[in-house]
């Protein structure tokens, strides 16, 4: 007899492992893994989603013609999740003016690589709608290029309400990439992701850059919550409005955007204030030289905390509904009071140049923001309760926070292309985050494109880059996204290796999945190639 102890463990438990491995595998099986290799196994995976699906992408390239609707209920403990089986993996390539239109809850997109490939800019418009009843939606590390808005999200009436708008509330969106390979050739409205009403949306560690408006006023953002939006979170991005080209009017983040109009396609029939309780905290914005980095319009009560602007005109509260407090930001340019707005300043650097911050830190151009001179950064801040931690999630806990996105323990700090996350932003690895916001144009509902108008007023607004975006994209598409949690798969495989191992085949949780081109650890990746 072999005298292994090993062997002998093994030997003890076979007889337990038989038992369980066919009760592992029935179980399992009804998680609803559904593995699909081509475009026509991912139209009926979705048309036939239930709730704790997971719709798994093989490696390949998917071409789509159409929308791929996503109309079916997950539920919180039951998402139905779409991702890729290998981070990267999976290129989903649009051809239509929507990809997913996710119109039910908690549904989640993970891992994959989306382009628009339309022969017309115009009729590329999103890779994501979310709309109307799609609360708890996720997308997390995915890349999304060449779209005008890579995610839109907006109100729709609602049947089930007597035929009154709903919105979306609670989406996050976190630890993507997005952008476009040049300047889009439209009138239309260009915003990476554009919300229109809804609570309570997070944008968090998302990478944001080279975004332009090719036609009409040629104005573009990263992104904006508005359309009377509520407790909107935007923290840790990094955005460069030009890296892979240049040119237009290119603004960072904000709330309010170029405005909303009808009312009707407003929470609560109103448009004024665009966005009320919003948050922007440990946020990187670079080269946006045209205009602001960060715009509020019309926003009330807003917190900006620890941001860093570099190479932009500055920051801008406008209109009398526009105020809050501006707390601890290094601001290459102005914080400006404009049209009424008005807001409590503490503890920033502003009326920079971009001369200064050369000589705080190693390179900001290139975002290297390690410390040459710390002296007007370091323990300069005031402590914010609503400020734990930093861009690189490094607690702010050692009394006066330091001003900026980033907080020094010595001189160096992460990698701002491969940021750490924890899935919710408080540095405590429990993923509960929240979200809100969208955009839209005078009576947007473009006619052709089955969209259903939810869109800007053109609030024509000299002088601050924005002359009011009224080209209306609130596209009714079709598209899916939903909220990840532990994935289900390999629970026989774990299980052999727990009874082998004592523990070794602990689960995974999703929101440690990254991308071929992110870290690990949840953090992403520049990329490498226009292509």
Known sequence: MCDDPRMRRLSLLLPALAFCLPLTLAAEAQAGIVPVGDAAELQAAIDGAAPGDEIVLADGVYEVGNNLSCDVAGTQNEPIIVRAENPGGAIIRFDAVEGFKVSQPWWTFADLEIEGVCAADDDCEHAFHIVGAADGTHIHHNRIKNFNAQIKGNGEPDASMGGAYNWPDD????????????????????TKIDIVGGRRWVLRGNYIHDFAKGGGNNISYAAFFKGNSRDGLMERNLVECESLHTG??????????????????????????????????????????ADVGIYLNAASDTLLANNTLYD?????????????IAANNIVVGNIRERDGGSFTGQSNLAGLANADLEGWFVDPSSADFDLVDGSSVVDQGMSLAEVTNDYCLTPRDDGNHDIGAFEYVGDDVCDPFMAPGDGDGDGDGDGDGDGDGDSGEAGSGEAGSGEAGSGEAGSGEAGSGETGDSAGSDDEGSGCSCRSTDAPGSAALGLFALLLGGGLGRGRRRLARGLAKTTPDGGRAKAKDPA
């Open 312 to 324: 932009t005109t500055g920051i801008d509260f406008r209109f009398a509904s526009s105020t809050g």
């Open 171 to 190: 989406v996050v969106i976190e630890f993507n990439e997005f952008w476009d390979e040049a300047p889009r050739n439209t009138a239309r409205p260009v």
């Open 248 to 289: 237009q009017v290119r603004l960072g983040l904000s709330l309010g955007g170029g405005g909303t109009s009808p009312d009707s396609i407003c929470e609560d029939q109103s448009c004024t204030p665009e966005h009320q309780g919003g948050i922007l905290r440990n946020n990187l914005i670079l080269h946006c030289p």
